[in-house]
């Protein structure tokens, strides 16, 4: 096979999975799923057709990261089919729901040989002519969310060309090594020292917070992850909303509000630090760009003094926007303050990181989806097994119909169910009784 470009150099993003003890993150199973309900016809050749599109458009997708090498690179192919397995499944119409998103569990649940190019595989399954599940699957080391919704709306902007014999409307991009050598001039620019001396001073003395599991955490997970699903209803959702527009604050500060408040109860710590995801494309030329862009940059927020909610809340405000302002990749803050992981060494604290995503905010998302006559993405209700890299994720997702959809991932080994259920209760319980008074002391909400 013909390699196009020999070399480019990997992110942050990738070298920080490129270390010891990440190797789980270029394992098979380290996948990202997604799946789409579809009604009307389906012509299985342009899809085919426009899956290939994708990977044409897209290098990542066509991506091998070289690790065993000093320093690691990227190893980019020309394009490449993309698997498509089609296959009916009849169903009758009550039980279809409950099948779409075994589908979708199943999609989870694959996997993807790092070496095998394409970086993405689809299933089409029909239960009849009129209602389909398309599942495509990805590998993480080279997607994030922001990526997954950008090959679903190209893929379905590639499928209308096919079937309508016309060219597909989407912006021209570059491509992730763009990205990565924008960020490596960026590194190298005056101003990285001075966000360095910021977080040198921010971090000092700090360790970051783990969630105690309820045993040993293994020095290699060998069960499988799990979901452990719950919500923030719409009505607490509203609130939050409105409590947004009058603090001048974003749903991300708030959620975050709240899971300090639940790290202290936890902890006991008045300055919890947490591990945090920002969707990394600070500047709007990688917008349409797939890779791995995902930061992880560490909240430490003071919360001495703090009488209210509220004030919590504007604390935690402050600590994102200097993060904001001071963004650096967390490998740059690894490499400067090794001991803010130390607490990590005990046996049974677990990394942990949240995340929060405002899919209302991502212009990418564009469901429902236009393939067919209407296609919406499929969402867990249920638990189901994932596979994770290490440590736990506190995942938030407020979605278009109102509420915020949660889960916290979190491997058996380590953690009781129950523990994680009274853990995901309380910050709910949290959560809704800061909106109900915002004012009222935050340690006894």
């Keep these: 096979m013909t390699v196009i470009e020999v070399r480019p150099p990997v992110s942050q993003q ?3 999975w490129c270390t010891p003890g990440q190797s789980d993150a270029f394992s ?3 996948v990202m799923g997604r799946a789409l309900r579809i009604t009307g016809r389906i012509d299985a050749a342009a899809l085919q057709a426009a899956l290939d599109d994708v990977v044409a458009r897209h290098e990542m997708l ?3 990261v070289v690790r065993d090498a000093e320093p690691p690179y990227q190893e980019i192919h020309p394009p490449l089919p993309v698997p498509l397995t089609v296959r009916d499944l009849p169903t009758p119409a009550e039980a279809r729901a409950q099948a779409a998103e075994d589908l979708l569990g199943e999609a989870e649940d694959s996997s993807i040989d790092v070496e095998q190019l394409p970086l993405l595989r689809a299933t089409l ?3 009849d002519d009129s209602d389909w599940v398309l599942s495509v699957v990805t590998h993480h080391s080279g997607c994030d969310g922001w990526s997954m919704n ?3 709306r190209d893929l379905v902007e590639y499928y209308a060309a096919r079937i309508g014999d016309r060219p597909a409307e989407l912006p021209d991009i570059p491509q992730y090594q763009d990205y990565v050598r924008w960020q490596q001039a960026e590194i190298e620019q005056p101003r990285t020292a001075t966000k360095m001396a910021y977080w040198q001073r921010q971090l000092a003395g700090a360790q970051l917070f783990g969630l105690p599991g309820d045993h040993p955490v293994p020095a290699r997970y060998t069960a499988p992850y799990y979901r452990h699903p719950f919500f923030i209803d719409r009505e607490t959702t509203a609130a939050v909303n409105r409590f947004t527009k009058a603090e001048r604050c974003s749903g991300f500060m708030v959620m975050l509000a709240a899971f300090n408040v639940l790290a202290h109860r936890i902890s006991g710590s008045l300055d919890p630090t947490i591990s945090t995801v920002f969707h990394g494309r600070s500047d709007p030329r990688f917008q349409d760009t ?5 930061n992880f940059p560490i909240m430490r927020t003071d919360l001495a003094g703090c009488r209210s909610f509220q004030d919590v809340v504007l604390r935690t405000r402050a600590t994102c926007l200097d993060a904001l302002e001071h963004e650096v990749t967390l490998p740059q803050i690894l490499q400067a303050m090794p001991s803010i992981r130390s607490a990590l060494r005990h046996p049974v604290n677990a990394y942990s990181v949240f995340s929060y995503w405002d899919l209302t905010l991502t212009r990418a998302t564009g469901e429902p989806y236009q393939i067919g006559e209407g296609a919406t993405v499929i969402r867990r209700s249920s ?9 736990t994720t506190w995942g938030m997702v407020a979605t278009p ?5 949660c889960g916290l991932q979190y491997n058996s080994e380590v953690f009781e169910e129950q523990t994680i259920a009274d853990w995901t209760a309380d910050y709910c319980r949290i959560v809704a009784a800061a909106m109900a008074d915002p004012n009222q002391n935050w340690q006894q909400l």
């Design 14 to 16: 990738q070298l920080l």
């Design 28 to 30: 098979p199973r380290f």
């Design 62 to 64: 066509r991506t091998i």
């Design 125 to 127: 399954t029909r239960f």
């Design 150 to 152: 950008l090959i679903l």
């Design 290 to 294: 797939l890779g791995m862009f995902m």
């Design 383 to 391: 638990r189901q097994s994932e596979k994770l890299p290490g440590g």
């Design 401 to 405: 119909s109102g509420e915020v959809s």
